[in-house]
């Protein structure tokens, strides 16, 4: 039996509930992992994780075609491109034991591998489907397998299981709640709205990306936020399933300008043919360079038309295509909005035959985006006790542009930033934010006369600034350590610390980060430097990749820092020796082979569950996922200790620490997934980090 189930385009880390059927008990699963090399002029390295651990390489030209032994259960597979720069995560459930084939592919037009697996049920190592009989030899007859789609009923979420378990039950992945399989035909079919009815409609707000929508209020919000490449797929709403299918529209972010280039410059580069390729310079290039992308990412692709609308008084390019797709032809309609900094997609998808009547609903939630906070306060007035205009300090001058610029406030912005360059101080910095105030307003951008000679300077000592700056914001420690055409930020991230070089070339950006691991100097984004990165070389890998495009962030009360400067935390595990002569609480024990005992953590019962094993080299780390166990959960408490014992009471079992994670999302039960990552450090020192699986962000963790 060959099964092909794939992720809609829509996921990025998506799970594939796999041989969902009746099987023999085993644990055994052989996993064959293949990619057909092509599409790169450069043959980069791509690198195969399994559950966090390096499985194997190839190389962008060559392909994959790796043999890896796992067990029957959830795995989490990942790729990496280009010192991790690009890549994908998927999350695959293997409910049976036997060989499975993963199809890897990528995508030109997205730069990235697609969201796409298909996954081959080719051989069951003598477990056979109750419903096929046992044939000679290790492969089945491929056949496809009919599914349905539908959506559950408590989260929204949706799932695709084989059309044999209709009329059965089936346990969400996201929210645990069991759910019946509807038959083929019946699954949450309604009438999709007419063009000439009023519709009722919700308002969202994205915080995150500074934007907000209208959409009708019976149309659901599948998701929030799920990266997709170099793309962050921030919203997707969706209406009621008819026959046909789900319409549904999404608003996909990106940091950078798609535009490159102006009347007098001109980006190319070569394509993998050996073609000289010029990016797009305006809206319509942009147009016909997405028709011949479109045309080799979809099967049976057709143009419909392309034209350049006015979106927020800018120019937008929309296309509308359709494509053939295994439920049928569908039809999208794309509106991409070239903003400073920041790239706009909101993309609406229905079948191909309800296209005109859904049409009107997209033309009304694009009509109705827009960028900025809903309060059109620019904030409170500075007032003196005797009513007069208190004196506003350079900092206070430049926050206020911060706070007018996010919401789209351009105007008072660029007032606010030219207030500030007059005081005197943080010149470059605010010389460069008015900059982009005047290319949001459609103004000519011009030098300021105090900084000629200056000019190769001005943009990276902005970025470095405005890095430090946003690292500040989200709670690091950071600084500004040197300023120039090179410019550099030091920060102190989840133990480890990093430095951020920004080096102004031909108008933008080349930029580095390096992690300093006591005396050695490492290039985080060079695989060959750093073949296997953590959790945090990762965070550090994205905020270089993103750092030219970051909004405006607003700087420290007391100014930017210039030192690092990092603070004695509570909690943070420290290393004197007790009174006995042994580690404190929170320390590891080590010998010269790596660990001396295996580090685990407390289970029911008070069952030593070992994480990381004795003896396993420093530094090492380890990933584990948990769910909330009840709705709204705010926080989760895990036990660690180290010891070569089955039960934490054992004789010779030493307690870490008990670490709280807290300030957990609000959920229902199970919706929430959080990885942990247990990391000892080359110096014996313990460290937990944790992130909410879907949105990336930090949870926060503390010792008790």
């Known amino acids: 039996m060959v099964e092909r189930l794939a992720v809609r385009n829509l996921n990025h880390s998506s799970t594939l509930l796999v041989g969902q059927g009746r099987f023999m008990t085993a644990t055994s699963v052989i996993l064959k992992i293949r990619y057909k090399g092509r599409f790169f002029v450069l043959d980069s390295e791509i690198l195969v994780y399994l559950d966090s651990q390096q499985a194997g390489k190839g190389f962008a030209r060559q392909g994959i075609d790796l043999t890896l032994p796992t067990t029957v259960g959830s795995h ?13 995560t ?38 056979a489907p109750a419903s096929v009989p046992p044939q000679v030899g290790t492969r089945w007859k491929e056949e496809e397998r009919p599914m349905i789609d539908f959506g559950c009923p408590q989260c929204k979420e949706l799932l695709s299981v084989p059309s044999s378990l209709a009329g059965q039950t089936e346990t969400c992945p996201s929210c645990g709640s069991v759910v019946p399989v ?30 907000g929508i209208r959409y009708p209020s019976d149309w659901d919000i599948l998701w929030e936020n799920r990266e997709s490449g170099s793309w962050v797929m921030a919203v997707a709403v969706a209406g009621q399933r008819t026959d046909s299918g789900r319409p549904g529209l999404i608003v996909n972010v990106r940091r950078g300008e798609v535009l ?11 394509d993998p043919e050996g073609r000289v390729r010029h990016e797009p310079k305006t809206p319509q290039e942009y147009i016909e360079r997405s028709k011949d992308d479109l045309r080799q990412a979809f099967p049976d692709f057709a143009f ?65 985006f827009r960028v900025g906070e809903p309060d059109s306060d620019p904030g409170p007035k500075m007032v003196a006790p005797d009513g007069a205009v208190a004196e506003i300090s350079p900092v206070g001058f430049y926050n206020r542009g911060v706070a007018s610029y996010r919401k789209a406030q351009y105007a008072e912005a660029e007032t606010a930033f030219d207030q500030c360059f007059r005081t005197g101080e943080y010149r470059m910095q605010s010389s460069y934010a008015g900059a982009l105030c005047r290319r949001e307003l459609g103004r000519e951008v011009h030098l300021p006369t105090e900084l000629q000679g200056r000019a190769d300077d001005i943009g990276p000592v902005y970025v470095a600034s405005n890095l430090a700056c946003h690292l500040i914001e989200e709670r690091y420690v950071a600084a ?44 985080v984004p060079d695989p060959s430097a750093n073949p296997n990165p953590t959790e945090t070389d990762r965070f550090a890998i994205s905020l270089v990749e993103k750092a030219s495009s970051l909004p405006p962030s607003p700087l420290p009360e007391d100014g930017l820092p210039r030192i690092l400067r990092v603070p004695s935390l509570p909690g943070q595990p420290r290393h004197e020796k007790t009174p006995s002569g042994l580690p404190a609480e929170g320390t590891v024990r080590t010998t010269q082979d790596g660990l001396a005992g295996a580090i685990g953590m407390e289970t029911a019962g008070g069952v030593f569950t070992v994480l990381l094993s004795d003896k396993k080299p420093i530094p090492c780390e380890r990933t584990e996922i948990f769910s909330t166990a009840a709705d709204n959960q705010k926080d989760l408490s895990i036990r660690l200790y180290q010891g070569n014992g089955k039960l934490t009471s054992d004789p010779g079992m030493r307690k870490l620490g ?36 879907r949105s990336g962000a930090s949870i926060s963790v503390r010792r008790k």
């Open 76 to 88: 989490f597979l990942e790729v990496r491109l280009l010192g991790g720069l690009r890549g994908k």
């Open 90 to 127: 998927y999350s695959l459930t293997f409910a049976t034991p036997g060989t499975y084939e993963v199809t890897l592919d990528y995508s030109r037009f997205w730069g990235n591998f697609r969201n796409t697996l298909v996954v081959r049920h080719v051989a069951c190592d003598g477990f």
């Open 182 to 211: 509807p038959r083929p035909g019946q699954q949450d079919v309604g009438s999709l709205p007419g063009t000439t009815t009023t519709i009722a409609e919700s308002e969202y707000f994205n915080r995150e990306w500074n934007f």
């Open 260 to 270: 490159q280039g102006s009347s007098v410059v001109t980006v190319t580069h070569v």
């Open 304 to 368: 419909v038309s392309g034209d350049v609308i006015n979106l927020l008084g800018k120019p937008a390019a929309r296309l509308i295509y359709s494509y053939a797709s295994k439920s049928g032809r569908m039809q999208e309609q794309c509106v991409t909005l070239f903003c400073v900094g920041v790239t706009y997609q909101l993309t609406g998808e229905t079948p191909a035959r309800d296209f005109s009547r859904v049409q009107p609903i997209f033309d009304r939630i694009i009509a109705s």
């Open 480 to 523: 500004l350590t040197k300023e120039g055409c090179t410019s550099e930020v030091t920060a102190e991230i989840d133990g480890s610390r990093y430095v951020f070089q920004i080096s102004g070339l031909l108008g933008g950006f080349i930029n580095w980060v390096t992690r300093i691991d006591g005396q050695k100097t490492i290039s």
């Open 658 to 693: 008990e670490y709280e994670l807290y300030g957990i999302p609000s959920a229902r039960r199970g919706r929430i997934n959080i990885a942990v990552i247990f990391r000892v450090n080359s110096d014996g020192s313990l460290t937990v980090l944790a992130k909410d699986t």
